[in-house]
């Protein structure tokens, strides 16, 4: 599975650039789903976003004790990115496919009831630095 690159365009503070970020941040998510390895987002999340924190302390969980997940690919067909807060923050509203999430035991028994495919919306808040984009809000919208 080949790690997701951030692309040229997401290094950049514009519509274009918070668009490509949002989607290089939701291939490093499903990255994560499929492989366990939540580094990428963790570069490029803030501390203080909690439900990014959630979703990467749920990988680990999943993913611990010689658990693996079976599924979770993310795709985003729709990315739309809008001003921010501030002249550094934007917003990107995603759509977010999500294919169905099994986690296994080290026996390959189910752990728990599978997680259903989904097809929602997402608002991710970023913030443009001298290191790039940095997520500081994510959250479903409903």
């Given amino acids: 599975m080949p790690v997701p690159v951030l692309p040229e ?4 503070n514009s519509k274009e650039g918070v668009e490509a970020f949002a ?20 570069r490029t999340t803030g501390p203080n976003c909690v439900f990014c924190n959630g979703l990467q ?12 997940i079976v599924g979770g690919r993310i ?12 002249p550094e923050s934007r917003q990107a509203t995603v759509q977010v496919i999500q294919q ?7 026996d390959g028994t189910l752990y728990q009831e599978a ?5 929602s919306g ?14 500081t809000d ?3 919208i409903r």
């Fill in 75 to 86: 795709e985003t067909p729709v990315v739309a990115g809008k001003p921010g807060t501030g």
């Fill in 9 to 12: 365009a997401a290094k950049t």
């Fill in 100 to 106: 169905q999430i099994e986690i296994r035991k080290a």
């Fill in 115 to 119: 997680t259903d495919a989904s097809n």
């Fill in 57 to 68: 302390e749920s990988i680990g969980q999943s993913w611990a004790d010689g658990k693996w």
């Fill in 138 to 140: 994510l959250g479903l």
């Fill in 122 to 135: 997402s608002q991710l808040v970023a913030t443009f630095n001298s290191d790039g984009w940095m997520v």
């Fill in 23 to 42: 989607r290089y941040w939701f291939q490093a998510l499903s990255y994560a789903y499929e492989t366990g390895d939540t580094s990428a987002i963790k």
